[in-house]
Structures are given as structure tokens and as C-alpha cells.
């Protein structure tokens, strides 16, 4: 380059930096990150959980054939509406069997652990007309009962919930966006909405969608006018460790299950007890694990402990050789 | 968690490179209104590719060689917009003195010389002279020669000084 040519370079470098010298952009990390973790690039294509719920699902549906039947069916979904007085609230376990058709059992509703990742809780609840219906309705009203998860729903009615082919319709009353401070809350909040609702029908098909409306509308707060519908995103943003029973709080018998799933990357998994009255560790070693055909592992182990008050702890290595835990606090009364 | 890592390692490149990427699309735009949207969709789709990605150059690297695609191809779809609008110069700040007011016009002219040229050009002569990026770098992030960007380049800065003179060179010094 001649020497001419350099002045020209030099004058161009000092241009282009004064140009843009008081372009000073917005912080958007917050956006991004969100879109990098739900965004439609990084929606799997693996729905290992759904898969065993599936499995769960046509093998009740041999017993209740007229469940498998509905199920078959093309046709929509009636639309299921909840009134505010029909607000659900966490049942405790009853001492007898229930009626089915006033208590919804086992119910997977999702929160978000301290993590940012998505953990479940099986709940037993009153019927909302649905299990679909139930599960929504709980997702925005039942707290969870582990104090490590949280959830972005706040209380509100559901106004509808409508399916129509692999699409799912929720309406919302407004209210229910109150707690999403930023995008990354609302679409943690979205996740939880859609997979509680997606393992509440048992729907292991990938192409099963939802889309959320505020009281109508598909513009929702913080969000705004959003790309819909919704799919769940995969197991990079679920626990690594699932601990299904007991539930933290649960006042149990001298004899117990212990029961959950990880996922297939999980290593060493552990499990602890310990007295917290004496603090002395009176169960501790590896976690027997049987591989599911979905690539997750579930686990279930029976204890019989001496009245008193525990922690129990399950944990295992994640694909960082970070070891990830999960504690219940609970009860052990009279045999 | 896989995922606290991937949030890491998409913080660190944000944190280095974010008012720098934007403000790359603003010149290769020739405006802010897009640079921000388009500088977080590529780094998006860098976040996609990271696990080909060796280090954070790399990293770095890719994610401008996606800000200029992106660019190229909105200004191609708003081309006939773009044409009927007139150049839009930074504001001149208050108290300026007379040799000031020179430096700007003449920055002003130079870059509305650069917003006349052909996209492949200004890519070059932006990613050369504002990236500081050396000329195998231009080559790599634009999929051409080392030799095609060096000729690029040199008859950038060529075009430049002919455009300027026409223009008089009112503002030289």
C-alpha cells in the first residue's frame, strides 16, 4: 500500500470509530439467553420422560379401555373451565383410597428449582373437570412444597383449556402473569405450564404444542406479541435428579419408598440419610438404577426407620462431574 | 449442568464482544435500527455451533462473519428503502471549533463514500479498518481469498480517494 493509500486507511479507521463511537446498544443478555436456552433452534427432539409416562399411560388404558378409546379420538378436547372458588389446593395424602373422580392422583406439576432447571412434583389434587384441566390449574395455584423450588405462575383462573389437533389452547385470566419480572422468568414459567400440562395428558408425541393466551390474547406481558406455540425444550434444561417420593413434608410410616428418575447422563448416584435429630447418617451408599428404554434412569428403594425426623438426600454426577442433589425433609411416625 | 456452562461460555463472549458487534452491524447498516437484532441472532446462532468452536478467537470470529451475512442480506431485502434515504450522519455535538466541524464533515463524507460501495467492499474495508482484523481474518470471515480481500481492499481505499477528490477535498488538511 502506498503512503497515500495509508492516510486514506488511517483517515477511514478514525471514521469508522468516531461513527460509532455513541452507538452504546442496550443491555440484552437477558433476551438472549433466554432465546438460547427455549428459542425454536434448541427444541429437541427427545421426549424421554413423556415417553415413559406414555408407556404408563396405554398400559392404564388397557384397564380403563374407554379412557384409551377418548384418547384415540381426533376430535378436540372440551373445553374445560375453571372458576376462581374451584382453585386447587395441595391435598395431603388421605389414609384410604379416594374417589377417582374427585381426586386427581400423582399429578406431575413443574416448578423451577434453584438452578434455573425444571423439577417435578407428583401431587394428589381435587378434579378440575380434567386431568388436563387439574394439572393447569395447578401449575398456577398449588405452591410446591419443597422450599428449593419456586414457581412464576401467580394464583388465577383458567379460563379455558382447548385442544385441537397436537395443538394445546390455555387462557388465562390475567393475574397469572403477575410474577414474571423478565423474559427469562417468563419463559421458565411457559416450561412449566407446558410440561406439566404435556405429562398431564400423558402425551409423548413431540409434535404436541401449546399456546398460552392472556385472557384471550396471544400478546402476553413481558413477552409481548410472542412467537407461539410452545414446545418443551429438552433435557439440557431439566434436573438432573428427580426425586418423586416422599414428598418433602410428608409424614411417613416405619416403612417407606424413596423413588424418582435421573437422566441418562447421571453418574454415581447416591443416596443419604440422615436423623436430624442426632444428625447420624443411618443409611448411605450407591443408588441401584434401571435404564428406561427412553435413555432415563428411575430408581426405588424401600427403608423402614425409627420414628424421628430426616433428610433424605439422592444425588449423582452430571456430564460437568458436578455432583447434583436433591433432599427431602420429612417424617417417619409409628409403623 | 451443561447448561450453567453453556451460560458461561455465551456471558464471556457476550461481555467481550457485544457493544463492538453491534456497533459493526450499525456500520455495515448504515444505522442502529436493526444492529442489535441482528448482532443477538447471530450470536444465537453462534451459541448453536459452539461446541465446533475451539476458542474464544474463534468464537469471536464467527460470530462476526455472521453479523456480516446477516447484514448483506437485510440490506439486499431493504435495498430500494435504503436508496431513497438519506445518509444519516451522527449528531455534532454543541462547542465544536472550526477544525472540529471539518473532522466531522470529512468523516461524514468518508463514510457515505464507504455506504456507496459494493456490500463485498465495505465488508472488507469495515472488518479491516474497524475489526482491526487482519487481512487472512477478512479473508476467512467473508469466504474469500487472501488475495481477493487485499485487492478489495486496496481498491477501496483507491475508490475512496478518487470519490473524496471529486468531491473537491474541501476538508483536507
Avoid at chain 1, 166 to 192: H, M, P
Avoid at chain 1, 322 to 331: A, E, M, N, S, Y
Avoid at chain 2, 94 to 107: A, C, L, P, S
Wanted: net charge neutral; glycine share 6%; hydrophobic share 40%.
Amino acid at each position: 500500500m502506498t503512503g497515500e493509500l495509508s492516510r486514506y486507511a488511517d483517515d477511514l479507521r478514525a471514521a469508522l470509530n468516531a461513527e460509532v463511537s455513541q452507538v452504546e446498544p442496550q443491555d440484552r443478555f437477558e433476551w438472549i439467553w433466554a432465546e438460547a436456552r427455549f428459542g425454536p433452534r434448541r427444541r429437541t427432539r427427545r421426549w424421554p420422560v413423556f415417553a415413559v409416562i406414555l408407556v404408563l399411560f396405554l398400559a392404564s388404558a388397557v384397564i380403563i379401555p374407554s379412557l384409551m378409546a377418548k384418547r384415540d379420538t381426533t376430535d378436540p378436547l372440551p373445553i374445560a373451565t375453571v372458576t376462581p372458588s374451584e382453585t386447587p389446593t395441595a391435598t395431603p395424602t388421605p389414609a384410604g383410597p379416594a374417589s377417582l373422580s374427585t381426586i386427581q392422583r400423582g399429578l406431575p406439576v413443574f416448578y423451577v428449582g434453584r438452578d434455573g432447571l425444571l423439577y417435578r412434583e407428583l401431587r394428589d389434587l381435587p378434579t378440575q373437570g380434567s386431568r388436563l384441566a387439574t394439572a393447569v390449574a395447578a401449575v398456577l395455584n398449588v405452591a410446591p412444597t419443597d422450599p428449593d423450588y419456586v414457581s412464576y405462575w401467580s394464583p388465577a383462573t383458567v379460563l379455558s383449556v382447548q385442544r385441537r389437533e397436537d395443538t394445546l389452547y390455555i387462557d388465562l385470566s390475567e393475574t397469572a402473569f403477575e410474577n414474571w419480572k423478565g423474559v427469562l422468568q417468563a419463559k421458565l414459567a411457559i416450561q412449566q405450564l407446558v410440561y406439566t400440562a404435556a405429562s398431564a395428558i400423558g402425551e409423548a408425541d413431540e409434535r404436541l404444542q401449546v399456546v398460552v393466551l392472556a385472557e384471550g390474547s396471544a400478546t402476553l406481558p413481558v413477552l409481548g406479541r410472542v412467537q407461539q406455540p410452545w414446545q418443551p425444550i429438552g433435557d439440557s434444561d431439566l434436573g438432573l435428579v428427580w426425586l418423586d417420593t416422599p414428598a418433602n413434608g410428608e409424614k411417613l410410616s416405619g416403612s417407606f419408598q424413596v423413588s424418582g428418575q435421573m437422566q441418562g447422563v447421571a453418574a454415581k448416584p447416591t443416596l443419604r440419610i440422615t436423623n436430624l435429630e442426632t444428625r447420624k447418617v443411618v443409611r448411605d451408599g450407591a443408588v441401584p438404577v434401571e435404564l428406561n428404554p427412553d435413555g432415563w434412569k428411575r430408581f426405588a428403594m424401600r427403608f423402614g426407620l425409627d420414628k424421628g425426623k430426616y433428610e433424605i438426600q439422592v444425588s449423582a454426577l452430571d456430564a460437568s462431574g458436578q455432583r447434583r442433589t436433591q433432599q427431602r425433609l420429612v417424617t417417619v411416625g409409628d409403623p | 449442568m451443561v447448561t450453567h456452562a453453556a451460560e458461561q461460555w455465551l456471558r464471556g463472549l457476550y461481555d467481550s464482544q457485544w457493544v463492538p458487534t453491534v456497533r459493526l452491524a450499525t456500520l455495515l447498516l448504515g444505522g442502529t435500527e436493526l444492529a442489535e437484532s441482528i448482532a443477538a441472532e447471530s450470536l444465537l446462532a453462534v451459541y448453536d455451533m459452539r461446541d465446533r468452536l475451539a476458542t474464544h478467537d474463534a468464537a469471536v470470529a464467527t460470530w462476526r462473519a455472521e453479523v456480516v451475512r446477516r447484514c448483506r442480506v437485510s440490506q439486499r431485502s431493504n435495498a430500494q428503502l435504503r436508496r431513497s434515504e438519506p445518509t444519516k450522519f451522527m449528531p455534532t455535538p454543541d462547542g465544536q471549533e472550526h477544525g472540529d466541524f471539518e473532522k466531522f464533515f470529512r468523516r461524514a463524507e468518508i463514510i457515505d463514500v464507504l455506504h456507496s460501495m459494493a456490500p463485498r467492499q465495505r465488508e472488507a474495508l469495515v472488518l479491516r479498518y474497524y475489526c482491526d482484523a487482519a487481512p487472512a481474518e477478512v479473508a476467512a470471515e467473508l469466504g474469500l481469498s487472501e488475495a481477493t480481500v487485499v485487492e478489495l481492499i486496496d481498491r477501496g481505499l483507491r475508490a475512496l480517494r478518487d470519490e473524496l477528490s471529486d468531491r473537491g477535498e474541501r476538508w483536507q488538511a
